[in-house]
């Protein structure tokens, strides 16, 4: 009875501790979320500029012709860039992207084509190397909070193999795989076609203005599609770090909830055994005062 | 007269944005100001140059330190977009003197580092 006793008040004391520390982290993880969101905010104005920039340079110019924006029907290699996230602790967050990006793989291969895993993060980085499955770049240090310098270096390696043909080790086109954030409790993995760019003919009724170019058109794209690929990794890494914030809470607001339930059941098995113990103490001492009584009687 | 609608952004952040008298810049080809009324143009900006700009408000003209990127003028309104932008006020003279003297002595082919090592310089008010 007493071992058990001591057993459940050691349980009650680590599945305390544990509480804690994932409370902690929970409230780490919603001063984040906070942060991570004002970072996607910060960034649209930029984004929604070059957009606009972009639309207006193409729309001038019909025919534009330029590298990024050829379909390369002759490469039959794809990249795809998985976006994880460097920590654990997450919940389904790095599972989901994983799973989905496989699901893209497999269509891309059924479609004829050989996939080309590029990962950002160490939990992505680590289920490659497990499988032993090559990978053509990793990135990591910095799912947290990344900043503009690591989307240009993404970006930049994807457009020189994009660049590049089959032979040289380039790819035909490339896919990411990331987690939009919808809203603190929503986050969705999705699937998008970096490049080729695809131009929409968007039909609004603002005629864009007739700009002039310095120093040529031809300059101004070179310089803005880069960009803007570079622009859409940023804005793809500020969603994934936002919505792995958001996951991390989640998890970790379970696992108090799981916890704390835990403590109950416990709390209550403990006051039994102790009730229990003592209804025993009891009955014995009775029972021997009796017995001591009978003996004494005779 | 009308007034500019000027929008001075990085990747990261938006660094300035307000009513403006005047904007210069600098194209590869040259320096450009910008006044209400200009012609819509789309121009790409030097790298490791500043950019001027005249507050509507009568405040002192300030500088910025702007890295590869480039501005679009329509209809009265101005956006500078950079990969790297920096008000002048912002800029920290010892790292800037600092990242000058690592550029010197980097000794490579490449000038941009050092030219925007010195446009910093210079939106920080120190000729360099």
Redo the contacts between chains.
């Keep these: 009875m007493a071992a058990q006793l001591r057993q459940l008040r050691q349980q009650i004391k680590s599945v305390k501790s544990t509480a804690k520390i994932t409370r902690a982290q929970e409230m780490i993880a919603t001063s984040r979320i906070v942060k991570a969101q004002q970072a996607v905010t910060a960034s649209k104005p930029y984004a929604d500029q070059i957009t606009q920039a972009l639309t207006a340079l193409v729309s001038h110019h019909v025919g534009i012709d330029h590298p990024l924006l050829q379909e390369q029907p002759t490469d039959r290699r794809s990249a795809v860039l998985v976006i994880t996230s460097d920590r654990g602790f997450c919940g389904a967050y790095n599972a989901n992207v994983i799973r989905e990006s496989e699901a893209l793989m497999r269509r891309l291969r059924d479609a004829g084509r050989e996939p080309i895993p590029y990962v950002i993060g160490n939990k992505g980085i680590t289920w490659y190397r497990f499988r032993g499955r090559e990978v053509a770049e990793t990135w990591h240090g910095f799912s947290d909070r990344p900043d503009f310098a690591n989307a240009e270096r993404i970006g930049q390696r994807l457009t020189e193999d994009f660049l590049k043909t089959d032979a040289e080790g380039g790819v035909g086109e490339i896919h990411v795989v990331y987690t939009e954030f919808v809203s603190m409790l929503t986050q969705a993995v999705q699937v998008k076609r970096l490049l080729p760019l695809e131009i929409e003919e968007a039909e609004s009724g603002k005629v864009p203005p007739a700009y002039e170019f310095e120093p040529s058109a031809s300059a101004a794209l070179d310089l803005l599609l880069p960009n803007y690929v570079e622009s859409r990794i940023f804005h793809m890494l500020l969603q994934s770090a936002a919505s792995f914030q958001a996951s991390v809470r989640r998890a970790m607001k379970s696992a108090t909830d799981n916890a704390n339930e835990l403590l109950g059941v416990y709390t209550r098995q403990m006051n039994q055994a102790r009730q229990a113990a003592i209804t025993q103490e009891i009955s014995e001492i009775v029972g021997g005062a009796d017995a001591l009584a009978e003996s004494g009687g005779e | 007269m009308a007034n500019l609608r000027v ?1 001075l ?6 660094i300035w944005s307000g009513e403006a008298k005047m904007v210069v810049a600098q ?3 040259g320096s ?1 100001g910008i006044l209400p009324g200009h ?6 900006l030097l790298d490791g140059s500043v950019v001027k700009i005249e507050p509507a408000n009568g405040g002192e003209p300030f500088l910025a330190m702007v890295g ?3 501005f ?1 003028v ?2 009265d309104e101005v ?1 500078v ?1 950079a ?1 790297q932008a920096e008000l002048g006020k912002d800029i920290d003279v010892q790292d800037a003197r600092r990242a000058l003297e690592d550029a010197l002595a980097a000794e490579n082919d490449d000038a941009t580092p050092e030219r925007r090592a010195r446009a910093r310089l210079r939106a920080a008010g120190i000729e360099a």
């Design positions: 929008g952004v990085s990747p990261e952040r938006e194209t590869v080809e450009l012609a819509p143009v789309l121009g790409v590869s990127g480039f679009s329509a209809a956006s977009l990969e």
